[in-house]
């Protein structure tokens, strides 16, 4: 229980940090780019602490769900002091505006890259083709009978494989003149067999070998606990390879294959959001959860937690890593209060007054955002509604990875 704990504190931790960065993002691109930034802080709620360094005050708020980075002149409607209007966001060319507004998204993209990376150097990423062929792991006696679901009786002897002349690490290609794709082809062939004799056709390094194997009878239970008599040769498959490490510079380009079938996984995740949310809202009430349906901060605490307890340290950093994708993609929705909203409103000037331009015009300069009020307040809302109803089933029916 105190390694769930731990992973918990050590999940939700990833998260603020995740949320410090991406407004380090935000504020370090306007830093650079001279604009003035008054606030920056995580979370929001009541005021945890806060100190002011230079012209910034920085800060920590009781619920950590999100943050920001007040910059000076944001939109038309923020009030400036006349000292620092030349500082202020909206006077600035609007490639520096996109850039500065991009700062939080490319931030949470490095981060994933990042941990992506350090998986691929130590423990592995996960093997997107592993090898199902039948591989041998290992080779011994047949067990007469099967105790119970779990356990099988005692056997003795070197078993028909290993007297037909299989090893441990052959590739079973195929039998009886038949191809094998996998080693479950393989058992479900055996089975059906028993008392016969079998032709197993293997790859041993450069040999190609037609190995003649005796299959034993035994007796097996079924779903049911029936006892029914099967054939049997005594191999296991080789354990596949779930993770693969690479080097320093191969890791490079696995990392970046990795990171697009992450990518391709959240736009898809993004895409199904909203046909899986009446499955969250049912799973409050007391309908199964789906695993691959949305969760909050809450719920990805909870997952941290879960794995840490399994000792599963990779997938717990792969989590953190897809979170911060999800963060990137889910803030380039063009909709106000997103980044991405933001991004659209700072394009659709630009397209305006080069528009203007052509036909000889002037400029009218920055939206107004009092029009963009109500949509701004409905987005907000939606969201945060939505927000809600996700921790609610993430403490309710939190998602089960383990049974």
Known sequence: MMSYFTGVLLFALGIAFTIALHEWGHFTAARYYGMKVRRFFVGFGPEVFSFQRGETVYGLKAIPLGGFCDIVGMTNQDEVDPED???AMRNKPWWQRIIVLLGG????LLIALIILYGLAVTSGLPNQNPDTTAVVGEVGCVAPRQLDAKNLAPCTGSGPAAAGGVKSGD????VDSTSLESFEQLREYVKTRPNQTIT???ERGDQKLDLPVA???ASRLDETG????????GVTSKPLELFVSYGPVAAIGATAGFAGSLVTATLDGLASFPAKLPGVVASIFGAEREADGPISVVGASHVGGVLAEHSAWPMFFLLLASLNFF???????????LDGGHIAVVLYERMRDFVRKLRGLAPIGPVNYDKLIPLTVAVA???AGVGIIVIVADIVSPVQLFG
């Open 85 to 87: 209007e030349p500082r």
């Open 105 to 108: 998204i490319i931030m949470n």
């Open 171 to 174: 590739r079973i290609v195929g």
């Open 200 to 202: 197993l056709h293997v």
């Open 215 to 217: 299959v034993e009878s």
């Open 226 to 233: 029936q006892e029914h008599t099967v054939g049997a040769i």
């Open 327 to 337: 963060l990137a993609f889910f803030n380039l929705v063009p909709l106000p209060p």
């Open 381 to 383: 809302a939606l969201l």
